[in-house]
C-alpha cells in the first residue's frame, strides 16, 4: 500500500513538474471566483437541511501536453451544522497522449485519450466528525466529440482520513470512480449546460470498522453568459441554477440520516 502511495505521489509530481515546465507555453486559461447558495445541504448522521455559503476560487488551462484544473471551495455552514468552516481543494492534470506522442488517437465520438493524475484535500473544524481528507487519483481519460468538452475518467482512488475518534491516520481500500465531467453550450444562447457525475465504489471498512457503500455524486448547472448581455465583455459575468444530487454521502449507507442530499443552489461567476 505505501508503495503504491509513493508511486502515485511520484506520478503527480512528474505531472507537476511537466507543467511548471510548460508554464509559458499556455494555450489558453481562465480563472474565476464564485459564490453559491444552498439550503438543502445534508451531512452524514445530523439528518437536518443545513445552509452553506460557497465560496470558489477556479482555475483551468491548457498547454502543449494537456489540461489543468485547480478548484477551492470555502464552505460555511448554519447553526445546524455547528456553524462549522471547510476548506475543499481539488487538482487535475490531464496529460493529453495524442499531444504528447504527435499521433491522431480519435476514434469514432472519442477526439483523443489521455492520463488523468491529482488529489483532492479538504480540511474542517465541525466538532462530531472534523474531517481531514486526503486522496490521491490516477486513471485513463477519454475526451469526446462534442461542443465544448466531456471527458470520461476511471479513476483509482488512495484515500485516508483522521477524523475525531481515532489515534492515527485511517487508509481506506484503494477503489474505483467513474468520473464525467462537461461543459456544453446551448447553441448560441448564452446559457451552457455544466457539471460532473462521479460513481465511486465501496472503500471497504471505515475507520470505525463498519461496512462503507458505493456513492454517487451528481452536480449539473444552468448557466448564463451575463458579461455578454450587459457588455461586460464574453462570459466575464456568468449566473445560473444548479443542483446537486449525493447518495451514500462519503460512503456511508443509505440508512445513516443524512446519507442523502438533494441540494438546489444559486451560482454566480467573475472570470478574469
Given amino acids: 500500500m505505501q508503495r503504491s502511495i509513493i508511486a502515485t505521489w511520484i506520478l503527480t509530481l512528474g505531472a507537476a513538474t511537466a507543467v511548471m ?36 476560487l477556479t482555475h483551468a488551462d491548457g498547454y502543449a501536453w494537456g489540461t489543468n484544473y485547480l478548484n477551492l471551495d470555502i464552505l460555511k455552514s448554519d447553526k445546524t451544522d455547528n456553524n462549522s468552516t471547510e476548506a475543499y481543494l481539488v487538482y487535475r492534470n490531464t496529460l493529453d497522449i495524442g499531444k504528447i506522442s504527435g499521433k491522431d488517437l480519435s476514434f469514432g465520438p472519442v477526439s483523443g485519450a489521455g492520463l488523468t493524475l491529482g488529489f483532492d484535500w479538504n480540511t474542517k473544524n ?30 483509482a482512488l488512495q484515500e485516508s482520513n483522521y477524523p475525531v475518534g481515532i489515534n492515527s ?28 457525475m462521479n460513481y465511486i465504489g465501496a472503500k471497504g471498512k471505515d475507520e470505525f ?30 449566473v ?23 441540494t438546489p443552489m444559486v451560482r454566480a461567476e467573475y472570470h478574469f
Avoid at 480563472?31 to 455559503?53: A, C, L, M, W
Fill in 21 to 56: 515546465q510548460q508554464a509559458n507555453a499556455l494555450e489558453w486559461s481562465d480563472t474565476s471566483v464564485g459564490y453559491r447558495y444552498g439550503n438543502k445541504f445534508e451531512e452524514p448522521f445530523n439528518g437536518q437541511d443545513i445552509s452553506k455559503h460557497i465560496v470558489n
Fill in 126 to 155: 465541525d466538532p462530531g466528525y472534523s474531517s481531514h481528507k486526503r486522496m490521491l487519483v490516477a486513471g485513463p481519460t477519454l475526451m469526446m466529440k462534442v461542443p465544448g468538452f466531456l471527458n470520461i475518467s476511471l479513476l
Fill in 169 to 196: 491516520r485511517y487508509t481506506y481500500k484503494t477503489h474505483a470512480m467513474l468520473d464525467i465531467n462537461w461543459g456544453i453550450p446551448i447553441a448560441n444562447s448564452g446559457w451552457a449546460f455544466e457539471g460532473y
Fill in 209 to 238: 470498522g463498519g461496512d462503507t457503500s458505493p456513492e454517487t455524486d451528481i452536480d449539473a448547472m444552468l448557466m448564463y453568459d451575463l458579461g455578454t448581455k450587459m457588455g461586460w465583455g464574453k462570459n466575464k459575468v456568468r
Fill in 240 to 262: 445560473g441554477v444548479e443542483y446537486q444530487y449525493w447518495r451514500n454521502k462519503f460512503g456511508n449507507q443509505p440508512q445513516v440520516a443524512g446519507s442523502l442530499a438533494k
